[in-house]
């Protein structure tokens, strides 16, 4: 397929392309520099791990900590893990309780489920119908023996985000550890460990133009984690296995790139998002927004269209990469989890899209998907009169 042919991309959520900054980076580390960073008796050993070490300082500098807080994972799903299932097991004890919200991302949500096959008492918040979680909610939530909280920072589909510095407070405040799933907000907008007063949070290589099967964790100082995985004790004892220096290394370039242009891409992608949803709205009848406005990721829409199934919908775009959700959950065909904790039937559920912007986002583009949306909404309505 040329790229005259290729569909406009507009889910910059789901995945974002490796910069050719990052690919320049990581290049080395495939074939010259490849040695393996535990070797410490010969410079291939050596330069591996100076890399490695370089590229954690970078993860660490782009969310306020310190290098030795980083954990190099696969992803933000073993992230999720490690930071849900280790701290619960190490903070374990008779009628542990864990707190996360409805509206979290499956990689939150199984782990936790998880933990109540264990045995530990799980509390699953609902949200306001902006998909902001109430405060005070959660204040009523907490008990003696809560020993975790797991709220994510902006929400993958919604692109709400929440108030976690106040969260912080509050646990902080009951000794109790909080954890965040920043796989959609480090990068994206401000997102800093000593503001946000979390304990654990996790990120996402592919999510802010690194390379995929690349994440990390950041463990606060002092917190104890269970490790999920034993051999070798890489990763101060809590994620054996032979790092892959090429991706640790893409991970890092990324998170310093980010970093720089982090408020440019903000506020372009913001001043995109909003020229499309006056366009849409003004277009289309019967098209509402999904969850506040304000404070939302400077990318995300997420809106509906009443009377349209946004899979017939999306089939009849083929000139748009967008999808209705999460790529994780793309093709199953049910109402979104998310959509159904702001009150949304799920009939309505299912006439939702998530349109999501990026660094590769051109006004043509936004222009371009508006005139079709609007062109291909008014086609399926008028089939059905």
């Known amino acids: 397929m040329t790229d005259s042919a290729r569909p406009i991309y507009l889910d910059y959520q789901a995945t974002t392309p490796c910069d050719p900054s990052v690919v320049d980076a990581m290049r080395p580390y495939f074939v010259e520099d490849f040695g393996n960073p535990a070797s410490r008796t010969h410079p291939y050993g050596w330069r591996a791990r100076e890399a490695v070490e370089d590229a954690r300082r970078q993860v660490a500098g782009l969310i306020g900590a310190r290098a030795r807080e980083i954990v190099f994972t696969s992803g933000a799903t073993e992230s999720n893990n490690l930071a849900i ?40 918040l609902g949200v306001r119908p902006d998909g902001r979680l109430d405060l005070e909610r959660l204040r009523d939530a907490l008990l ?20 976690l510095a106040s969260v912080g407070a509050l646990a902080r405040e009951r000794g109790i550890w909080l954890h965040s799933d920043a796989a959609q907000s480090a990068g994206r907008i401000e997102t800093r460990v000593d503001e946000l007063q979390v304990d654990l949070l996790s990120l996402s290589g592919h999510k802010l133009y690194g390379p995929k099967g690349v994440g990390a964790l950041y463990v606060r100082r002092g917190r104890r984690l269970e490790p999920l995985i034993y051999g070798g004790g890489h990763e101060a ?70 009377g349209v199934a946004s899979q017939e919908l999306l089939a009849a775009v083929p000139e748009l990469a967008l999808s209705s959700g999460s790529a994780c959950t793309s093709a199953v065909p049910e109402p979104s989890h998310v959509l159904g904790a702001l009150g949304l039937s799920p009939e309505r559920a299912l006439e939702c899209l998530r349109i999501s912007l ?17 062109e291909r909404v008014g086609k399926l309505r008028g089939r059905r009169r």
């Open 237 to 306: 004892g809590l994620r054996s296995g032979t790092l892959p220096v090429p991706l640790c290394v893409g991970l890092g370039a990324a998170c310093a790139l980010s970093g720089e242009r982090m408020d440019a891409d903000a506020r372009g992608q913001a001043e995109l998002r909003d020229h499309l949803w006056r366009r849409l709205s003004g277009e289309i009848d019967g098209v509402w927004l999904n969850g506040a406005s304000k404070p939302r990721l400077p990318g995300n829409l997420n809106l509906g269209i009443e």
């Open 358 to 374: 990026g660094r590769g986002t051109r006004p043509a583009d936004v222009d371009r998907a508006a005139d079709l949306l609007a």
């Open 85 to 124: 299932l280790g701290a619960a097991r190490a903070r374990s004890r008779p009628g542990a309780h864990v707190v996360t919200c409805r509206t979290e991302h499956r990689a939150v949500l199984d782990p936790v489920g998880r933990l109540e096959r264990e045995g530990f008492r799980v509390t699953r």
């Open 144 to 163: 003696p023996e809560t020993v975790l909280i797991s709220l994510m920072h902006a929400n993958n589909e919604i692109g709400v985000v929440q108030d």
